[in-house]
C-alpha cells in the first residue's frame, strides 16, 4: 500500500531515469520515480500498450500514477519497428535501426509517445507524435535512446543535437506530457482524501 507522501505526488512507473528527467522537465513537477519493470505486451500500437502496463500499475496500489510507452516507425514499412523498436535497439542498438534506414529509398518516420495517467479512480490516455526522419548517421550524443538517429520536420538538428528546451517543443514525448500537464490543471488533480 503507497504510504501518504506518496499519494500526494504523481508517481512515474519506469525503470528508465532519461524518461522521468524529460517528465519533470517538461510537466515542470517534482515526480516520483518507481523503478518497477511492467511487461509490454506485443501489440500494434502504443495506446494498447500503454493501457495494459496501467492496468499493471495500478494493482500495485499507488494513488496517482504515470506510464508511458513510445514508438518510432518507418513510413515505408507500415510503421514498424512501431512500437517494437525498444527490442530492435536491445538487440542491435542504433546501427540496427540506421541498417534499416540505409536500405530504404523512403526514410520518413513517426514518433509517438502514449502516456497512461491514473487519477486514483479513472484512467487517461494522451498521445504527441512528431513526423521526421530517420537517419543513416547518428548526429549528436548517442544517450538516450534513438535520440541521435531522429531528425524531426523542419529541423536541420536530430533530437540529440537539440537543447532540452528545444527537443521539448517539438518532441512526441513534448507534446504527450503538455496534454497531461493541461489535463491535470483543467481538473486542479489534488488527491482526494481517501484516493488510492
Known amino acids: 500500500m503507497a504510504s501518504q507522501g506518496q499519494e500526494e505526488k504523481l508517481i512515474l512507473v519506469s525503470s528508465n531515469p532519461n524518461k522521468g528527467i524529460e517528465a519533470e522537465r517538461i510537466l515542470g513537477v517534482p515526480l516520483l520515480r518507481v523503478a518497477l519493470s511492467l511487461p509490454e505486451i506485443q501489440a500494434q500500437t502504443v495506446e494498447d500498450i500503454t493501457r495494459y502496463k496501467l492496468d499493471v500499475a495500478k494493482t ?60 486514483g479512480s479513472e484512467a487517461h490516455l494522451f498521445c504527441g507524435e512528431t513526423r521526421g526522419e530517420i537517419l543513416v548517421q547518428p548526429r549528436g550524443a548517442a544517450v538516450f535512446g534513438w535520440d541521435a538517429w531522429f531528425q524531426p520536420q523542419g529541423s536541420a538538428k536530430t533530437f540529440a543535437e537539440m537543447t532540452a528546451e528545444e527537443k521539448d517543443k517539438v518532441s512526441h514525448r513534448g507534446k504527450a506530457y503538455r496534454l497531461l500537464a493541461a489535463h491535470l490543471k483543467q481538473t486542479k488533480a489534488a488527491p482526494t482524501a481517501g484516493q488510492r
Do not use: H
Open 60 to 119: 500495485k496500489a499507488y494513488g496517482r500514477l504515470v506510464v508511458e510507452d513510445v514508438s518510432l516507425g518507418f513510413d515505408e514499412l507500415g510503421n514498424f519497428p512501431g512500437p517494437y523498436v525498444r527490442w530492435l535497439l536491445e538487440a542491435a542498438g542504433g546501427k540496427g535501426l540506421a541498417a534499416i534506414a540505409y536500405a530504404l529509398n523512403n526514410r520518413a518516420a513517426k514518433a509517438q509517445c502514449c502516456i497512461g495517467y491514473w487519477d
